[in-house]
C-alpha cells in the first residue's frame, strides 16, 4: 500500500515541524545558559546536567503534545493514515523530537549566539526536508551516493521509519533507520554536554 498525496503530506510536515522545535532548545539555552538567568543559576547549587535534563524534557515535551494535536487533527479532519501502531508511531515522534532538541542545544552552545544559531536553523531544517523529499517527492537511484546520503537527514530517518511503520514496509530497514536515528541523538547531546564546560561569553 503505497501513501496518498495528503498522507505523504502529514507525514513529512509532521517531520518538519518537529525539526523546527529546534528552535525552543536555542532559545532556552539562551535563557537558561548563556543570558543573564543562566548567569544567575550557575551560582546556584544545581548541578549543570539536572538543569539540562529539564530544559530537554520541557522542549520535548512540548513538541510531543504539538505532534499529537498534528495526528488527531489530520486522522479526523482529513482522514489521514498513521497507521495501527500509535506506540511505534510515538517512539519515532519521540527520537525525532529529542535529535531536534540535541541539535538545537548543540548549535547554541557551540555558536553562544542565540541569533546566529537560529538562522542556521532557518536554513538547514528547509534543506534537510527538500532532501528527503518532504515538499515533493525525490527520485534518487537506488544505491547512488545522493541515496545514501539521505540516511544522513535526520527528516529523511523519521520520514523513512513513519512510512515503514504505518505502510508495513520492511522491518530491517525501519531498525537501521531507528539505530542511526538513534547514534545522531547521542552525538548531538554529547556535543552540547561537552560545549556547555566552555567558558561563556
Same mark, same amino acid.
Request: glycine share 10%; proline share 5%; charged share 10%.
Given at each position: ?6 498522507d ?6 509532521l ?5 523546527y522545535g529546534? /528552535?525552543?532548545?536555542?532559545? &532556552? ?7 543573564? =538567568?543562566?548567569?544567575?543559576m ?8 539536572q538543569?539540562?535534563?529539564?530544559? =530537554?524534557?520541557?522542549? @520535548? ?10 495526528? &488527531? ?6 482522514? @489521514?493514515?498513521?497507521?495501527? #501502531?500509535?506506540?511505534?508511531?510515538g517512539? $519515532? ?7 531536534a ?7 547554541a552552545?557551540l $555558536?553562544? !549566539? !542565540?541569533?546566529?544559531?537560529? #538562522? $542556521?536553523?532557518n536554513?538547514? =531544517?528547509?534543506?534537510m526536508t527538500?532532501?528527503?523529499?518532504g515538499f /515533493?517527492?525525490?527520485?534518487i537511484?537506488p ?7 539521505? /540516511? ?10 513513519l512510512?515503514?511503520?504505518?505502510? &508495513?514496509?520492511?522491518? !530491517?530497514?525501519?531498525? =537501521? ?16 554536554i561537552?560545549?556547555e564546560r566552555?567558558?561563556r561569553?
Amino acid at each position: 500500500v503505497m501513501p496518498g498525496a495528503i498522507d505523504y503530506y502529514a507525514v513529512t510536515m509532521l517531520v518538519m515541524f518537529l525539526m523546527y522545535g529546534a /528552535f525552543y532548545s536555542v532559545y &532556552g539555552m539562551k535563557q537558561s545558559y548563556l543570558g543573564p =538567568v543562566g548567569k544567575r543559576m550557575a551560582s546556584t547549587p544545581l548541578p549543570p546536567r539536572q538543569h539540562y535534563l529539564g530544559l =530537554v524534557l520541557a522542549s @520535548v515535551t512540548t513538541m510531543m503534545l504539538q505532534a499529537v494535536i498534528i495526528i &488527531g487533527f489530520t486522522r479526523w479532519v482529513f482522514r @489521514v493514515n498513521w497507521g495501527t #501502531n500509535p506506540l511505534l508511531v510515538g517512539l $519515532i515522534v519521540l527520537l525525532t523530537g529529542l535529535f531536534a532538541t540535541g541539535m538545537g542545544t548543540a548549535l547554541a552552545m557551540l $555558536i553562544q !549566539e !542565540e541569533t546566529l544559531a537560529g #538562522n $542556521i536553523l532557518n536554513v538547514l =531544517v528547509p534543506v534537510m526536508t527538500f532532501m528527503a523529499g518532504g515538499f /515533493f517527492r525525490i527520485n534518487i537511484a537506488p544505491g547512488s551516493w545522493m541515496a545514501y546520503g539521505q /540516511f544522513l537527514s535526520p527528516n529523511y530517518l523519521a520520514q523513512t521509519a513513519l512510512f515503514t511503520t504505518i505502510y &508495513g514496509g520492511d522491518q !530491517e530497514t525501519l531498525l =537501521v533507520t531507528l539505530g542511526i536515528m538513534g547514534l545522531l541523538i547521542v552525538a548531538t547531546f554529547m556535543a552540547a554536554i561537552l560545549s556547555e564546560r566552555r567558558p561563556r561569553i
